[in-house]
């Protein structure tokens, strides 16, 4: 918990600026990725009033988008992200929004009370995942979703992965610190993905959590993940 305690005090420190250096430095295009992730998620939920919780919600930016993007179906939306500094920024973006100061492994809500939960750019920086996804189990009604939007491990393409490994440990780091003033949380980025999971893994961590795949899509050259996984 020590650990997990520094990552939360971590994004604590940058969350002012975090939005700003997240579209500079990703240059929108993960706008479009989530966008595609909520379609896909919704689509054929057969119900018009979506209980939603996002996780590791940060400043607000996914939830966002979940407003943007369905216009269709009524939303019912929380937040949840153990950092602070995370959620004051959100609550003052979405004051009609219920948030949760909690983490991802103990989330404060009754068993079956969501439809959907999101988490995009988040499961990675959760230590204890299983016991996360398990908490995802528990909260998802029944034939629930769970939608991750995640940075993964690719021991495929090694070329192609020493380009992005230049980017992501060299120019991010210092276009990071810039524009947050705190360089250690753009250097803990690639180490992050360095350590996690492949998508096969993470589709089996699911499958163990008792949950069933439904879609997997990869994009920014397999680096980035789409999971949209049924609670079975």
Not at 19 to 43: F, H, Q, Y
Not at 57 to 81: A, E, P, R
Not at 106 to 111: A, L, R, V
């Given at each position: ?74 939303l019912k939306i929380c937040g949840l992200d153990p950092s ?149």
């Amino acid at each position: 918990m020590l650990m997990q305690k520094k990552i939360v005090e971590m994004f604590d420190s940058i969350a002012p600026k975090y939005d700003i250096a997240n579209r500079i430095l990703s240059l929108g295009i993960d706008i479009k990725w989530r966008k595609e992730a909520i379609e896909e998620t919704v689509k054929d939920i057969d119900k018009n009033n979506i209980r939603i919780l996002d996780v590791a919600c940060g400043t607000g930016d996914m939830i966002g988008i979940w407003q943007k993007t369905i216009k269709n179906k009524t939303l019912k939306i929380c937040g949840l992200d153990p950092s602070k500094g995370m959620l004051e920024v959100a609550k003052k973006r979405f004051p009609q929004i219920t948030f949760y100061n909690a983490y991802a492994t103990e989330i404060p809500c009754e068993d079956s009370s969501f439809d959907v939960i999101s988490i995009s750019f988040g499961i990675r920086n959760v230590l204890e995942i299983e016991k996360a996804l398990n908490e995802f189990n528990r909260i998802l009604d029944k034939n629930g979703r769970l939608l991750i939007l995640e940075f993964v491990r690719d021991n495929k393409n090694k070329k192609l992965r020493k380009c992005i490994d230049f980017y992501t440990n060299k120019f991010l780091p210092k276009i990071g610190g810039i524009i947050t003033k705190n360089k250690e949380a753009y250097e803990y980025l690639p180490k992050s993905i360095e350590n996690f999971y492949t998508v096969e893994e993470l589709s089996n961590l699911l499958k163990k959590a008792g949950f069933e795949i439904k879609k997997v899509k990869l994009f920014n050259f397999s680096q980035v993940a789409m999971i949209i996984a049924q609670k079975i």
